[in-house]
């Protein structure tokens, strides 16, 4: 069984400071990982993927991850966040052999850009 | 990009009634929907999964009796709570994918956010 881990829970940052969401995650197999960004009363967008190849993702609104495997890591980064940027952050796991698609949430990150 | 509604964005009803929530895919044909469920500032716990034409299956410690799911077509999947109780309230969000067993290709619907008196 899959597992996602984002450790904190909260992150205060100062509009066009860097900023690092992190993700742990658990697995046996393969996995693909996904960051989600969540707005007030919305559902999940897609921030970006990693599905194979490069360990660094490219996403939308200047997001980026590394997959890092032998640590098992999906750390989300931005390096000049907006205030436009408060909201929640999830990261994502789905794994490869059971072919169901089914994604396993993490507890959620809430970013909070302070002006 | 792909677009998934769900209908209504809210309800508030009284204890005991039951709820019909709706998600579309309205720009791609869904052989697989997903239903999560997010209580305030938490994550979203996988209901079920719903595939077009066959009986949802349920995630351990979920009461199919309770969150009747219907993939009847393959653009309409619906999440009925049947006597609805206030711990029922909660945001439900579902999920539809492109291709079934591939999570990258999901679209998430905005939310329907369900309040029991």
């Known amino acids: 069984a899959q597992s996602v881990t984002q450790l904190d829970s909260q992150v205060p940052v100062f509009e066009e400071a860097p900023v690092e969401l992190r993700c742990n995650y658990s697995s046996s197999v393969s996995v693909y990982l996904f960051w989600y960004v969540q707005y007030p009363n919305q559902g999940l967008q897609l921030l970006l993927k990693y599905l194979s190849g490069s360990t660094l993702v490219k996403g939308i609104n200047g997001f980026e991850a590394e997959f890092n495997k032998s640590q098992t890591s999906f750390h989300l980064r931005k390096p000049s966040v907006h205030i436009s940027d408060t909201a929640e952050y999830f990261c994502a796991v789905s794994d490869l052999p059971s072919n169901t698609g089914k994604l396993i949430f993490g507890q959620g990150t809430t970013l909070q850009v302070k002006p | 990009g792909a677009v998934v509604s769900q209908h209504p964005s809210w309800v508030i009803c009284k204890s005991g009634t039951s709820v019909k929530i709706e998600c579309r895919s309205l720009d791609f044909q869904a052989t697989t929907m997903f239903w999560y469920r997010q209580f305030p500032k938490q994550s979203l716990m996988l209901m079920a999964t719903?595939?077009?034409?066959?009986?949802?299956?349920?995630e351990q410690g979920v009461e199919k009796d309770k969150f009747l799911i219907n993939h009847a077509s393959l653009t309409l999947s619906t999440l009925t709570v049947t006597s609805a109780h206030p711990e029922d309230s909660s945001f439900y969000i579902c999920?539809?994918?492109?291709?079934?067993?591939?999570?990258?290709?999901?679209?998430f619907g905005p939310g329907t956010r369900l309040t029991v008196l």
């Open positions: 719903s595939n077009e034409g066959s009986k949802a299956t349920y």
């Open positions: 999920s539809a994918g492109e291709l079934a067993g591939v999570a990258d290709t999901q679209y």
